[in-house]
């Protein structure tokens, strides 16, 4: 079975800041992985995903994320954060259920504040 | 391309009420997706139609039903309404291919009094 965890439910960075939102995954099989991030009152949007090509995916918004297997992480990362980051960011998992188009497996999610 | 829509954006009903959420996927996609967003518990997934077939359901009561119609159009309807079915309910939809990326529509928000 797939699950993930993100560890920080709060994350407050200063603007001009590193951003980093942890993600660490369980799955038996190959992952398909994701990270959206959710604007209040409104519904998710995909940042970027890892579908097993290159380990570093490159997102939206200035965010990339590094696929680590060893580690079974995931973390999302913005060199410099920007005051319209401030949101919620999720972690997602494609899980596996035969025939299935892959239903997503949320983490908790992460509340980004962001300090001018 | 038009993206996720559903309807209505919010609603408000009393316990032992039933309700009916609409949502439209993105055209071409045929699978859509069912979650419920609490504060408490996250966000879970609820089902799965493809085709106008359920493929896939979550760990929901059976009071937590959905259907989807030929133009890939899908409902999802809770009767027996109870204070904790308050939530944000977002449908996704997705294109035909193994776990293919999900595309969210903006929710309706179910306030249950």
């Known amino acids: 079975a797939q699950s993930v965890t993100q560890l920080g439910s709060h994350v407050s960075v200063s603007e001009g800041a590193l951003v980093l939102l942890r993600c660490n995954y369980s799955s038996s099989v190959p992952p398909y992985l994701f990270w959206y991030v959710q604007y209040p009152n409104q519904g998710l949007q995909l940042l970027l995903k890892?579908?097993?090509?290159?380990?570093l995916v490159k997102g939206i918004n200035g965010f990339e994320a590094e696929f680590k297997k060893s580690e079974t992480s995931f973390h999302l990362t913005k060199p410099s954060a920007h005051m319209s980051d401030a949101a919620e960011y999720f972690c997602?998992?494609?899980?596996?259920?035969?025939?299935?188009?892959?239903?997503?497996?949320f983490g908790k999610g992460t509340k980004l504040s962001v300090k001018p | 391309k038009a993206g996720v829509t559903q309807t209505p954006r919010y609603l408000i009903k009393t316990r032992g009420q039933q309700v009916t959420l609409s949502c439209s996927p993105i055209s071409g996609h045929r699978s859509v997706s069912w979650y419920q967003q609490t504060p408490g518990q996250g966000l879970q997934f609820l089902f799965e139609?493809?085709?106008?077939?359920?493929?896939n359901k979550g760990n929901f009561p059976g009071r937590f039903s959905g259907r989807q119609f030929s133009n890939s159009r899908s409902e999802m309807n809770v009767s027996t309404l109870e204070l904790g079915d308050s939530a944000l309910y977002l449908c996704a939809s997705s294109s035909p291919g193994t776990r293919a990326e999900q595309f969210f529509g903006p929710g309706t928000r179910l306030t249950v009094l």
């Open positions: 997602a998992v494609s899980a596996t259920f035969g025939g299935s188009q892959g239903n997503l497996i």
């Open positions: 139609y493809f085709s106008e077939t359920q493929r």
């Open positions: 890892y579908t097993s090509a290159a380990t």
